[in-house]
């Protein structure tokens, strides 16, 4: 690629990263500005939106809960979405595609439509309402996610370094792990980034299958009726901004720094 | 290796519930409610009392908590509003009120406990309430263009308009402008009117408001300058050092909506834990801290009373003498009506 | 570590060759998953929309009558197509901004920051989307940062009100919601494509374009394809954002739905416009693949 139009790309990413962080960049402004309108010109600076975060119980369980949830939802849908790319990319079978649509359908019913049918069967078969009953939904919900990306990652694998591996006595097991999985991985971090995503920021099946324990996003759909709570819930998305930005910053360092303990390039990654 | 993985499923969930459960221990009380209504201030008794604030579960908007009842969420009490407690009732979802148990049963406001009084049974216990008129942006908008609701109505003010997101306050705005001011004995030529009203209306609306804090926003950075608004809007914004007006006497009228508490039948917890928390949020306290705090009215007239005329004045609670349009429960066929004629109107139908 | 267990449980049991087909094995889980979940409520979706309901009760007689009202009242054909219109203008606003993105994410960040780089890309979605819708209406409002933005530097007089609170403003929130989803699918599909091949084109005399037309696209295509879905499909079934940045006339046929099967009290008419609506995404979307299936096989 001409230097030209290389130029012209990294202009393109930046404008595209300002795009994307648009309106979270407006965050710390609001969360600083002492006033409960959010608009400009602003007012002046305080630090009490964030005070006010500190001793309110029900955030921090909201905000904890949430995590398990995103976290649990996201690996348990990418396990199942590694399973239904695999194997509708790698074999042909009776069946393959009226079973990888019903696995797809949660993409096209409407969240309500879920929320509610799912509410029905929990409650009949006797079970209450927990973050459980959530896990399962956000589960169906992201998996159809997961294969979408899955099957991306696992489509045109070149079955001849399978075979080579076979022929030279590789287990099938061995092969998988040394050929399919480096291939592979990069999907699987892009299901469990998306899968983790949507399920953080799900708040229509929250609603509807939440018992006494809320999510995040339910705890900040309340919060943000009020107008005298907007300024703390922005200070409340700044921070966890500044959190998750920290700790990838951090998690980057240290694993650099143990690389280059282990004397190895800092070229070699886990990606 | 399928029971495994279900194993495996079972053992993550597990994890997970025994980490966080707090789930209903017999003697928890579980109460249905709006977001943000387990403000502890509401009810100092029952803290006072028990040591601990009942166990909440929340809802966005009534219909939830109506599907989630309905589809066999076991909660005690739950907090919808007026328009609303027929049809549970209906659907089997109340168990009438011991009103011998609730201590301030008699300074409760009249009006509104009596509205669901079913063959002598009462099934709602009035708790917050407040009013629907117009607030202005008074340095866009001259005080004398909103001495009536016909400016809703008027082409200069096209796009700068708000009206709510809720059937019964944008109804209760279109009857009132059409000269209706009782619904329950709104006929179908009423309601043709008031459709038609607000047929027009919709030419002028920017956006329809969906809670106090998107209206604040709307009004504050000059997005719109007239709205069918909520007294608690004005109230909080002036806290905030906004300067905003509200007229409640507009020829036509104004409105009152008002919310409550009603006893979930087939409830898990204890019933004394029930009345416990109505009774708490009785309190004069509690009255108090709702008007002054959130805005809002309070069931308990007394101690709504005992406030002065100027505080609820001020919190646009006070009296006025142009026609209320007081939203008592009306016919459920005409409220379905409404329903469905408001949802083509807002699509542009 | 756990997948690679349950592969290693798999795989092994699959060469003891007592299942039909590993394919059959393998997709078992997920598919009894989803048909545990959803056989009840589909079939129950599916029945409701056959029947009738007044007031509370749901009468069970069947009837044709909810399709009817489904597609030939204006009112429902009119928001079915905008939600249509409005989804693919949103798919391809998004897939188009998000191909360079990925591109680049591919092409051109060492091996070692891409890791970062994806993180980077997902992080401003972690915060709550009504919260990032709220500040949307920051930016785009009447006193909003592009409003004022340009009354500062004199190109308008007026603050424009055509920014927010119609479809165009649906189309851009959520183009923005969207982003990462559709960057992520192509950016796997792209580092799959074997480096050798493009030095072979440039080897047999191909330009940049060339090349990029010839090999880098079409190799792509299935994150492409991916991309076009994860963002289409659940676009029209989106009622948040019409709800908050539609305006008078923004909403969308899932508005319509929820409606139904809320306040308005008819669950029967709201299943046969939910189910309308899913056969024709579902349609819109097996044409999209049936017409890109060329790029979509395996080499085998």
Known sequence: MSIRSSALLSLYVGFFLIFLYAPTLLLPLFAFNDSTIVAFPLSGFTTAWFAGLLDVPALHEATINSLAVALTSAVLATCLGILAARATTRYRFRLMHGMLGLIMLPMVLPEMIIAVAFLVVILHLGFSLSLFSIILGHVLLCTPFSVAILRTAFQGLDHNYEDASTDLGYSRWATFRLIIVPMVLPGVVASLLISFTISLDEFIIAFFLSGTETTLPVYIWGQLRFPQRVPNVLALGTLLLAISLGLMITAEFFRRRGLRKLGLSTQESVL | ?349 | MVQAGLFHMILRSCRRAVAPSPGLVLISPPFLYALILLAAPIVGVVMLSFWSQDFLEIQRDFTFANYQTAWTERVYQVLMLRSIKVALLVTVATVLLAFPMAYFLSFHIPKRRKQLWLFLITIPFWTSYLVRIFLWKVILGYNGVINGTLTTLGIIDEPLRFILYNQAAVVMTLSHAWAPFAVLPIYVALEKIDRSLLEASVDLGDGPLRRFFRITLPLAMPGVVAAVLIVFIPTVGDYITPNLVGGPNGLMIANMIEVQFKKANNDPLGAALALSAMALVGTMALLFIWATRKYLRSPS
């Open chain 2, 1 to 349: 290796m399928q029971r495994m993985i279900r194993n495996g499923l079972a053992g993550i969930a597990a994890v997970i519930i025994g980490s966080t459960a707090g789930l209903a221990e017999g003697s928890d009380l579980v109460v249905l409610d709006w977001s943000g209504f387990d403000d502890e201030g509401f009810y100092q008794g029952y803290l006072e009392k028990h040591g601990t604030p009942p166990s909440y579960s929340f809802f966005g908007e009534e219909e939830e908590a109506f599907k989630k009842l309905r589809a066999g969420f076991a909660a005690d009490v739950a907090h919808p509003c007026s328009q609303s407690i027929s049809k549970w009732h209906e659907a089997g979802l109340l168990e009438p009120l011991q009103i011998d148990r609730i201590e301030r049963w008699d300074d409760v406001n009249a009006n509104m406990k009596e509205a669901f009084n079913f063959d002598g049974n009462y099934y709602m216990l009035p708790v917050d309430w407040g009013t629907t008129a117009i607030a202005y942006m008074p340095d866009r908008i001259q005080a004398e263009d909103v001495e009536t609701l016909q400016i809703f109505l008027d082409p200069d003010y096209a796009q700068q308009i708000s009206l709510p997101d809720n059937v019964d306050d944008v109804y209760a705005l279109a009857f009132l402008a059409t000269g209706v001011s009782d619904w329950t004995t709104a006929s179908e030529d009423d309601f043709a009117r008031a459709s038609a009203w607000l047929r027009d209306a919709h030419r002028n609306v920017r956006t329809y408001w969906r809670d106090g804090a998107e209206l604040s926003q709307l009004l504050a950075s000059g997005e719109v300058s007239i709205a069918w608004a909520w007294n608690e809007t004005p109230t909080t914004m002036r806290l905030d050092g906004v300067n905003v007006g509200y007229n409640r006497s507009p020829v036509e009228g104004s409105s009152t909506w008002f919310c409550g508490y009603v006893d979930l039948a087939g409830g898990p917890g204890d019933e004394s834990l029930v009345y416990d928390f109505f009774n708490a949020w009785l309190e004069a306290r509690s009255a108090e801290y709702i008007v002054n705090e959130w805005g809002y009215g309070h069931g308990n007239q007394a101690a709504v009373d005992a406030l002065g005329s100027d505080v609820l004045d001020a919190a646009g609670l006070g009296a006025v003498s142009v026609p209320i349009l007081f939203q008592s429960p009306m016919d459920n066929s005409l409220r379905e009506k409404m329903i469905a004629e408001f949802e083509l109107i807002k699509t542009g139908f």
